[in-house]
């Protein structure tokens, strides 16, 4: 009998025990945010590899950097429009033209909109396309070796921002001008905009195999603020639509000026008319300059200068572009997986507005027409409406898709994504998000095949988020878990420069495309060497040519003698390793310049021009190997 | 049974009729058509070994995830990955190793001749079906694998032993960096793994039904003869 009370005294204390643990848990899991599993959803462990790729714009940085999905984990920063001393990037006498314009050698831009090039409306993992923004340029990536390959330059803008948004197939990547200017340039009183101002929607042309860009025409339109576009798809393709605002055609204190009129515009352009036209020569020439760099067959950038670009006048062809009405200063312009819903998020409205493609053909047809801005028509509002999402917060900027039937609006002023139906145009949950969101963005959630399974905030302010770093803080990405019926938070993590917009693709569609090493037998470069023996020191005139290679762990030659004070020297350093993570780097005591950082099989070239008699050491930069303390040598230089 | 039937030609064409002993001694020594068949497909794999490596030594270290390695074939020698044989080179002036120049090989031009020989041999049993002439024939199998064992092992240990010392970086006192003849061994930072490789298990594999039949056919005869 006391046994069995003793047994019955175990039992309700361990049973107690478990209550009290269980409680403990709860409020443990409490204690760390709420957040449940989260972390064992963004957990990437040690040697494991991220589920995504994520190309983040750096913004006012003028690179793009690779992020791992759901990790949240850095990879690489790629330099685009920015000189990066780190790799040499527009130092080297093999990049520096990259950076050409038809201005001169531009050191910077402000890099906004990542897209990833695709077949079908499908992301196919060939290049990715980003634009800058300052001065107008759209620059191609390639996904093989994540390198800028070729930039292009628009003529005719002023401030390529509603770029580089391309068609369902990679057709054309299109660069909106968002501040009018004179076209041509000329020099007029800044208070007659509305008479000499203009805007252009350029296409350009993407080779299908080599990614190659050539800039096929640009439609003159009126001169207003052209701010983002999306290609449509389905049954809208062939067209492509752009917002736009200061449909007030103002120039100064825009930001009362231009917030007057209710209703600014999303204007549809139908690309493959403009496409016949240009084939029908019913395009007209105009003389202008701009630049056009490209990485040629051996790798080394090459600068075009053109001068000419075939022109349509929006005025002169019926047919080409239409006004949509859309509420107060549209920024976002995004097109539904189907291509039938055309959403446009007005900054200062408290709605969103969502047009239908096949209202607006049937509106077109039966001319329903509000007027005319410069010739272009206006259809009207009712006429092209599929609905308004009521309430959706404040500051509705840009819209993704999931590809289940939901479309997720940031919104700005409240902070916060809102997520709503596809056709019922309800709001079906919201999240907060830290804070000020910009873009957003779902992986392939601008294509008609989603991969609904998360989706980034990419935010402009993160205050309290972070230790704090000084005045001067990070922009952030938020990873958000979008695969139930509520939103859940993941992950926090910092981005560099500002994060515009952003995408993201399945790793398995690049992984395995990755470039390991450049084949040094298809090293094309005049100064390249395949072997040591073809090492060596030439002199012509003042400028002397250096051939220098590099295999761990040593430079040849590694003594240097020869170079005068008033030399230009030009080092041509060949990395002969064949080797997978076998970079070499290169670095002058001395040089006003910066180092050299060689891939296998890769030949790069720095200047130097040493101003005073001595002798100076240069070293391998990179870490390679187990003698790379050793991997050094020096230069003499004399009167 | 050809061979049987050129015996009884040779006999001439009247005297279809062999003494009991004479046939008794003819069976014992010829092998049966089963036999001759897979004899003939034994020394006809042989050829796999001028599409396959015959062996392969491996070298992994903790930084080669993509792994590194040679394989050696009949007739040449190569990295198991492209530039394998650079990478491992480079690494080799670090001991003071020589460089592997496979060019520089002499055994590499004489093996073609040997496995040539090799395989004419193993195609000359089964086409004559002599059981004499298998057992020759496994013998020579042997000593052409014990001979490339043992060039192998020597040019191992001179490539490991001999080393540059005046010009090595990395000395270790009493270190040498010889290759396993088969299976593992720690060298420095590398684990070195010695194996066949596909075209030495088809070699393997080949001996093997060889000496399998073999003794099938010695097995067969002493049943023959005790019924007899």
């Known amino acids: 009998m006391k046994q069995f009370k003793l047994r019955i005294a175990a039992v309700i204390f361990c049973g107690l025990a478990a209550i009290v643990a269980a409680v403990a848990g709860c409020s443990a899991k409490k204690e760390i945010g709420g957040f449940g599993d989260a972390a064992s959803k963004v957990y990437v462990a040690p040697g494991s590899y991220d589920e995504l790729y994520a190309f983040m714009s750096g913004g006012f940085s003028g690179q793009v950097s690779v992020y791992g999905l759901p990790s949240g984990r850095l990879f690489k920063v790629i330099p685009v429009f920015s000189q990066d001393p780190e790799k040499g ?254 959403v446009a998020g007005g900054k200062l409205a408290a709605l969103v507005a969502v047009h239908s493609f096949t209202k607006m053909q049937k509106a077109i047809e039966n001319k329903e027409f509000d007027g005319e801005l410069d010739g272009v028509p206006i259809l009207k509002y009712e006429s092209v409406l599929a609905g308004e999402v009521q309430n959706p917060g404040l500051g509705p900027l840009h819209t993704e898709f999931d590809g289940k039937g939901y479309g997720y609006t940031s919104m700005f002023l409240s902070s916060e994504i809102t997520k709503w139906k596809i056709g019922t145009w309800e ?209 003499r230089v004399s009167n | 049974m050809e061979y049987v039937n050129s015996i009884i030609k040779m006999k001439g064409e009247d005297s279809a009729v062999l003494s009991r002993s004479e046939r008794t001694a003819l069976v014992q020594s010829s092998l049966n058509l089963t036999s001759r068949i897979l004899i003939i497909l034994a020394a006809l794999a042989l050829s796999a070994t001028y599409f396959l490596p015959l062996w392969t030594i491996s070298l992994d270290a903790p930084q080669y995830p993509e792994g590194l390695g040679i394989e050696i074939w009949i007739n040449q020698m190569q990295g198991q990955n492209p530039h394998d044989l650079n990478k491992i080179n480079n690494l080799n002036h670090y001991i003071g190793m020589k460089k592997i120049i496979p060019e520089a090989i002499p055994e590499l031009k ?45 040019w191992g240990y001179d490539y490991g032993h001999n080393l540059d010392l005046e010009h090595a970086i990395i000395k270790v006192p009493g270190m040498s960096y010889q290759p396993p003849l088969i299976g593992n061994r720690k060298l420095l930072n590398f684990t070195a793994t010695s194996l066949p490789g596909s075209g030495g298990w088809v070699a393997i594999g080949s001996f093997l039904t060889g000496l399998g039949l073999c003794v099938y056919e010695i097995r067969r005869h002493r049943k023959v003869a005790v019924n007899e």
């Open chain 1, 89 to 342: 990037y527009g130092y080297s006498e093999e990049t520096k033209p990259m950076l050409m314009t038809s201005h001169g050698f531009i050191p910077w831009d402000d890099a906004h909109h990542a897209q990833l090039s695709r077949t079908n409306d499908s992301l196919d993992g060939k290049w990715l396309f980003i634009n800058g923004n300052n001065t107008p340029r759209v620059a191609r990536i390639d996904l093989t070796t994540f390198e800028t390959d070729e930039i292009i330059e628009i003529p005719n803008s002023g401030g390529n921002h509603g770029s580089p948004f391309i068609t369902p197939n990679t057709e054309y990547v299109v660069a909106s001008t968002r501040f009018s200017v004179p076209i041509p340039q000329k020099d007029v009183p800044i208070s007659s905009y509305k008479e000499n101002f203009k805007g252009s929607i350029s296409f350009i042309k993407v080779d299908p195999t080599t990614g190659h860009m050539k800039l096929a025409f640009q439609i003159l339109v009126p001169g207003i603020d052209y701010d983002l576009s999306r290609a449509g798809k389905g049954p809208s393709y062939g067209w492509s639509f752009f917002t736009s605002y200061n449909s007030e055609q103002e120039n100064t204190l825009l930001e009362v000026n231009a917030s007057k009129n209710d209703k600014d515009f999303v204007a549809a352009v139908n690309w493959k008319l403009a496409e016949e036209l240009v084939a029908q020569g019913k395009g007209t020439v105009m003389p202008c300059n701009y630049m056009h760099n490209f990485l040629d067959e051996a790798r080394i950038a090459k600068s075009e200068s053109i001068k000419q670009v075939t022109v349509l006048n929006a005025k002169g062809f019926p047919g080409l572009i239409y006004y949509l009405p859309t509420p107060k200063s549209p920024h976002g312009c995004d097109v539904d997986p189907s291509g039938e819903y055309i």
């Open chain 1, 427 to 635: 709001v079906v949950d919201r999240i907060p998000v830290y804070y000020s969101i910009g873009h957003l963005m779902i992986p392939g959630g601008d294509t008609r095949n989603p991969y609904g399974k998360y989706v980034v905030a990419l935010n402009k302010i993160t205050k309290d988020r972070y230790l704090p770093t000084g005045p001067e803080l990070c922009q952030a990405g938020q990873l958000i878990d979008i695969t139930g019926d509520k939103m859940k938070m993941l992950l926090d993590f910092p981005l560099i420069g500002e994060p515009h917009y952003a995408q993201a693709i399945p790793a398995s569609l690049l992984m395995d495309k990755s470039v390991r090493w450049y084949s040094i037998d298809e090293n094309k470069n005049p100064y390249k060497v395949k072997s040591e023996a073809e090492t060596g020191i030439k002199r012509e005139g003042n400028t002397v040519h250096v051939k220098v290679s590099t295999i761990r762990t040593h430079f040849a030659p590694d003594n240097i003698e020869g170079i005068k004070v008033g030399d230009k020297v030009y080092f041509h350093v060949t990395n002969l390793e064949q080797d997978w993570d076998a970079p070499h780097g290169f670095a002058v005591m001395g040089n006003n310049n910066s180092e050299l950082l060689v891939m296998p099989g890769e030949t790069r070239t720095i200047v130097w021009e040493p101003k005073k008699s001595g002798v100076y050491p240069f070293y391998c930069t990179d870490f390679c190997s187990a003698l790379h303390q050793e991997m050094s040598g020096y230069i």
């Open chain 2, 110 to 154: 004489i093996m073609p001749w040997v496995m040539r020989g090799v395989l004419l041999l193993g195609l000359a049993v089964g086409i004559l079906g002599m059981r004499k002439l298998l057992m020759i024939w496994l013998i020579v199998f042997l000593l052409v694998a014990i001979a490339g064992f043992v060039d192998f092992y020597l």
